[in-house]
């Protein structure tokens, strides 16, 4: 698959309409070039959709986009307006969930494209983020960036949950977490090391936390994906220290997708499969 990977999966209310918003800057490579959604329903014969339905509902509706030049594949997961109130899995969810920085050669533009290619979503205006060389927004209750810099993703912690984050990401999954510079925004931040692409965890006193009709903080429809893991040694540290759950447990093709103790969900590769 390639060393570069900046992955982001997240939860969207209008399929079709958050499609036209990412293809108006770029996002134009479908996944296996199908021509459709994905349609996953909590039925007999459908696996996939019983095993994710505790989670994220009966029914939900997955497209997977990518930009060819960034390389950037986000994930969409629409939910049904009776999943986003599901109770989630465990009983500390990720704090402040994702944000997800778009590369683009001129952020004020594609705002202003992506906005006109779906009006009907719920768009803030953008905001300046100098120590991103961009403009912040959400739309969908989802925070994003439009960078000049590389696709990154900062997963949000408030401090009082940062520890436990901290010993899975390096003792569980084995990744290096790197004191960074915050630049003046008073934030502590860790850039994680070795799992391609860039991640950085935010940790912040009083992080922003999405309320539960917005769904975007459900398990497995805002996610991040994380490349070179050593699941067979994770899988021994997970059992052992009790730190993390398998959504769906590591396959013969080196895939993984795990919940960890502060709620992340995260996809892993095998570094074979990398």
């Given at each position: 698959?390639?060393?570069?990977?900046?992955?982001h999966?997240?939860?969207?209310s209008?399929?079709?309409?958050m499609t036209?918003?990412?293809?108006a800057?770029?996002?134009?490579?479908?996944?296996?070039?199908?021509t459709?959604p994905?349609?996953?329903?909590?039925?007999?014969?459908?696996?996939v959709?019983?095993?994710?339905?505790?989670?994220?509902?009966?029914?939900?509706r997955?497209?997977?986009?990518?930009?060819?030049?960034?390389?950037?594949?986000?994930?969409?997961?629409?939910?049904?307006?009776?999943?986003?109130r599901l109770d989630?899995?465990?009983?500390?969810?990720?704090?402040?969930?994702?944000?997800?920085?778009?590369?683009?050669?001129?952020?004020d533009?594609?705002?202003?494209?992506?906005?006109?290619?779906?009006?009907?979503?719920?768009?803030?205006a953008?905001?300046?983020?100098p120590?991103?060389?961009?403009?912040?927004?959400?739309?969908?209750s989802?925070?994003?960036?439009?960078?000049r810099?590389?696709?990154?993703?900062y997963?949000?912690?408030?401090?009082?949950?940062?520890?436990?984050?901290?010993?899975?990401?390096?003792?569980?999954?084995g990744?290096?977490?790197?004191?960074?510079?915050?630049?003046?925004?008073?934030?502590?931040?860790?850039?994680?090391?070795?799992?391609?692409?860039?991640?950085?965890?935010?940790?912040?006193?009083?992080?922003p936390?999405?309320?539960?009709?917005?769904?975007?903080?459900?398990?497995?429809?805002?996610?991040f994906?994380?490349?070179?893991a050593?699941?067979?040694?994770?899988?021994?540290?997970?059992?052992?220290s009790?730190?993390?759950?398998?959504?769906?447990?590591?396959?013969?093709?080196?895939?993984?997708?795990?919940i960890?103790?502060?709620?992340?969900?995260?996809?892993?590769y095998?570094?074979s499969?990398?």
């Open positions: 698959m390639g060393e570069t990977q900046a992955h999966g997240v939860t969207v209008d399929l079709e309409a036209a918003a990412i293809a800057i770029g996002f134009t490579a479908i996944e296996g070039d199908a459709e994905r349609n996953y329903r909590n039925e007999p014969g459908d696996a959709g019983q095993m994710i339905a505790p989670t994220l509902g009966d029914e939900i997955t497209w997977f986009i990518e930009n060819p030049a960034t390389r950037q594949q986000l994930d969409l997961v629409e939910l049904t307006a009776q999943g986003t989630r899995p465990g009983e500390a969810p990720a704090q402040g969930d994702l944000t997800i920085g778009i590369a683009t050669d001129d952020p533009g594609a705002y202003r494209a992506m906005r006109e290619a779906a009006p009907g979503l719920e768009w803030s953008t905001s300046p983020c120590e991103e060389d961009g403009v912040a927004f959400t739309v969908d989802q925070r994003y960036v439009l960078t810099d590389e696709p990154f993703v997963v949000h912690y408030a401090r009082s949950g940062f520890a436990t984050a901290w010993r899975f990401f390096q003792r569980v999954l990744y290096r977490l790197k004191s960074i510079s915050t630049q003046g925004t008073g934030d502590e931040r860790w850039a994680l090391e070795g799992g391609g692409g860039r991640v950085e965890l935010v940790v912040e006193q009083g992080t936390v999405a309320g539960p009709d917005a769904g975007k903080r459900y398990l497995g429809s805002n996610h994906r994380l490349l070179n050593d699941l067979e040694a994770i899988a021994e540290r997970v059992e052992s009790g730190l993390g759950t398998w959504f769906f447990p590591p396959n013969e093709a080196g895939f993984s997708q795990i960890g103790p502060t709620g992340e969900f995260i996809e892993l095998d570094r499969a990398s």
